[in-house]
């Protein structure tokens, strides 16, 4: 069974600054990790996806997930925060091979403050 | 690039009537998902389709049906509906064992009133 936590249901930073989101996942068997954010009203879009390539993954908007097996964890991260970020944040994990089904964290809501 | 499409985007319904919710996948994508995102909730798994066959169940009610067609559209079928059906759906597709990812429509806000 996988299952994935995402800590904090709710994130507040200033503009430009450090987001960091957190996620830890349970696996039985090596994972697909993935993050999609959702902005108000609309449908889930890809941010980036760790598939056992590269640990360090970036994805679109500047954002960046590390894969840390050691820690179970998959954090999002972005230098610097824009207003345009404010959205809804799920973490997702699947088996590794594909077109398997997503399991998605709680969620996170991002609010970035001028 | 073409994407999932959903229909229709919002839909209101009385308890106990029905709805059908289509999806249409992205080109050449055989696989469909279909997901329920209660109110402030996370996206919950129901089924999945590969080659016009189930491929996965998850919480799917049973008065809850769904398919895929030989174009790989899908459809799901909602039969005496409760308030708690409320939510949105939304439908992913991907290329099996090809594509690890799943792409999402944007998804059918179902009202039961």
């Known amino acids: 069974a996988q299952s994935v936590t995402q800590l904090g249901s709710h994130v507040s930073v200033s503009e430009g600054a450090l987001v960091l989101l957190r996620c830890n996942y349970s696996?039985?068997?090596?994972?697909?990790l993935f993050w999609y954010v959702q902005y108000p009203n609309q449908g889930l879009q890809l941010l980036l996806k760790y598939t056992s390539a590269a640990t360090l993954v970036k994805g679109i908007n500047g954002f960046e997930a590390e894969f840390k097996k050691s820690e179970t964890s998959f954090h999002l991260t972005k230098p610097s925060a824009h207003m345009s970020d404010a959205a809804e944040y799920f973490c997702a994990v699947s088996p590794q091979g594909g077109s398997e089904k997503l399991v998605f964290g709680k969620g996170t809501k991002l609010t970035v403050n001028p | 690039a073409a994407g999932v499409i959903q229909s229709p985007r919002h839909l209101i319904k009385e308890k106990r009537e029905t709805a059908t919710l289509k999806c249409y996948p992205i080109?050449?994508?055989?696989?469909v998902y279909w997901y329920q995102q209660g109110p402030g909730q996370d996206p919950q798994f129901l089924i999945s389709f590969y080659e016009k066959m189930q491929s996965d169940k998850g919480s799917i009610p049973d008065r809850f049906s769904a398919q895929q067609f030989s174009d790989y559209h899908s459809e799901l079928n909602m039969s005496s509906l409760e308030l708690g059906d409320s939510a949105l759906y939304f439908c992913a597709s991907s290329l099996f064992r090809v594509t690890e990812t799943q792409y999402f429509g944007p998804g059918t806000r179902l009202l039961v009133l």
């Open positions: 696996s039985s068997v090596p994972p697909y």
């Open positions: 080109p050449r994508h055989d696989t």
